[in-house]
């Protein structure tokens, strides 16, 4: 297939299959600027809650159900997110983009009103559906309204506002906290949503697919089951639950049913959720991989560092946020220079491959790390895993687009965003496990029972500072330890990238 027909005027719409959607005119900077709102939309929210929480329990109670109010709006946003990318696919990415920020606005109001904690988790549930449909329509839009050259600069874009969202997700909400109230953490959607609803609502001109196929219920109902099971067990093995308990082994044997039958299902379906086309591709089938394990070695990295900087440094939560701003910066600007690159006409194959080795290179300098280095020397340590991390998501969101047909373009922007998710739950869940036991062994082998009874209570930075020295110096000793497992685990995963990225081929990106 010439780049001419996959990138220009579509074929007729066939049997079981609808005709892409065919921009009018190139999208103006407002318009990007809509879509890229979206985004920060879905991944500030995720974040955003999490410095109100205390506060939230203070009034509504519920304590024990806490990690819902996170867990649930990931879990929906998780499941629904390939869907919402088919049904762009099917019915118009710019309806069900318009759609998806509405309920994502619908859930964000009535979170607000929220009277007990069971509504909130209810309702945050709601906001995720939403959220689902946020991240695969804006990049699916992007997909189909620019060709992937020009793409390569909106998604450089996207690369810094990740991060960027990420880190402020916790300030804006405890800024929000402390001068308004709580609640503010979610209505402070509304205004910004509102503006990418009129931006991308008069904006875009697009001409939607007449779609005469039926949804792939079956598929769709196997894939929510599966990524139910599966985001579960990321949860709960080693926390809730022991890696070998029932409950854990069962969610394992759950999903991998589900997903056998998922398979199955999509092989014989007229428009599946992730049609398996998609996969036949090389480059897209390596991007994916590469996605999934990315995702795994910047959230686990992301997730545990601060352990160290509050427990071991004594920072603040504010001040172990700020302090990884290296990490996010190299992140950002390794995206933002090689989607200027790759637009002006560069090549791209280099990159994921020299950001593995970068990547692995920076997680294993953590294993410098001691009970004594200064907090600006361990911040400056992250730098070189955030720039390699950087030049491996870049590409991969640009391969993805270029290797999927314009019929496609949400089902293959969909399939790429759920597998980052996983990986990285699975990356924090797994490594996690590791942090754990490391921390356990350490601390153990120093203080003996005591040292087990310490760890098996619920710890914060302010109670160690309380404890007797030796006890803390045991304590942060084992952070350390646990630490360390998880730099080693994170190396392993960027080395998996390296060596993966050598698959990919150095395919021209088609026109418009």
């Not at 205390?54 to 990690?67: A, R």
């Not at 929220?114 to 909130?120: S, W």
């Not at 929510?224 to 069962?250: E, F, M, R, V």
Request: glycine content about 14%; aromatic content about 6%; proline content about 5%.
């Amino acid at each position: 297939m010439t780049a001419e027909s996959r990138g220009g005027d579509a074929p007729a719409a066939s049997a079981g299959t609808a005709q892409p959607a065919l921009p009018d005119a190139p999208p103006s900077r407002i318009v990007v600027l809509g879509l890229l709102l979206g985004i920060v939309l879905a991944t500030l929210d995720g974040t955003v809650v999490g410095t109100a929480l205390p506060t939230i329990v203070g009034e509504l109670g519920g304590l024990d159900h806490l990690s819902w109010v996170i867990t649930g709006y990931l879990l929906t946003t998780a499941v629904t997110t390939p869907i919402w990318g088919k049904l762009g696919d099917l019915y118009g990415h710019k309806r069900t983009y318009l759609t998806s920020i509405t309920v994502f606005l619908v859930g964000s109001v009535l979170c607000g009103l929220a009277q007990d904690m069971g509504q909130l988790i209810a309702f945050r549930a709601l906001q995720g559906i939403g959220a689902g449909g946020l991240f695969v329509g804006a990049l699916a839009l992007i997909g189909t309204l620019l060709t992937p050259a020009e793409a390569g600069r909106a998604q450089s874009l996207i690369g810094v506002l990740l991060p960027a969202a990420m880190i402020g997700g916790p300030l804006v909400g405890g800024f929000l906290t402390d001068r308004l109230d709580w609640r503010w953490v979610f209505y402070v959607n509304v205004p910004v949503g509102a503006l990418a609803l009129a931006l991308i609502g008069f904006g875009v001109r697009l001409r939607d697919p007449r779609a005469v196929a039926r949804i792939d219920f079956a598929g769709a109902g196997l894939l929510t089951c599966a990524i139910l099971a599966l985001t579960l067990l990321g949860s709960w093995a080693g926390t809730t639950y022991a890696w070998s308990s029932p409950q854990i082994i069962g969610l394992a044997l759950v999903c991998a049913g589900a997903l056998a039958a998922f398979v199955r299902v999509e092989r014989r379906a007229p428009e599946p959720v992730i049609p398996p086309r998609l996969f036949r591709d090389r480059n897209f089938s390596v991007a994916q991989v590469i996605s999934f394990v990315t995702g795994a070695a910047m959230l686990a990295a992301a997730s545990y560092l601060p352990q160290y900087l509050q427990f071991v440094r004594g920072m603040s939560s504010t001040g172990s946020g700020l302090l990884l701003l290296p990490l996010m910066l190299g992140m950002m600007g390794a995206q933002l220079a090689i989607g200027r690159r790759v637009g002006a006409g560069g090549r791209y194959r280099c990159y994921p491959i020299a950001g593995g080795a970068l990547a692995a290179a920076g997680a294993l300098a953590l294993l410098t790390l001691t009970t004594a280095t200064p907090a600006p020397v361990a911040s400056g340590l992250t730098l070189v895993l955030g720039v390699g991390i950087g030049c491996l998501m870049q590409p991969t969101m640009l391969i993805t687009m270029n290797s999927a047909e314009p019929r496609d373009m949400g089902a293959a922007s969909g399939t790429q965003t759920l597998l980052r998710t996983i990986g990285g739950s699975l990356g924090v869940a797994v490594l996690g496990s590791v942090y754990t036991g490391r921390l356990t062994d350490g601390v153990t082998d120093r203080l003996g029972a005591d040292g087990a009874r310490l760890t098996g209570r619920e710890l914060t930075p302010e109670l160690l500072r309380d404890l007797p020295d030796p006890v803390q110096q045991a304590f942060r000793a084992g952070v350390v330890n646990g630490l360390h497992g998880v730099a080693l685990g994170t190396a392993a995963l960027c080395a998996v990238a390296f060596a993966v990225s050598w698959l990919v081929r150095e395919v021209p990106l088609r026109g418009r």
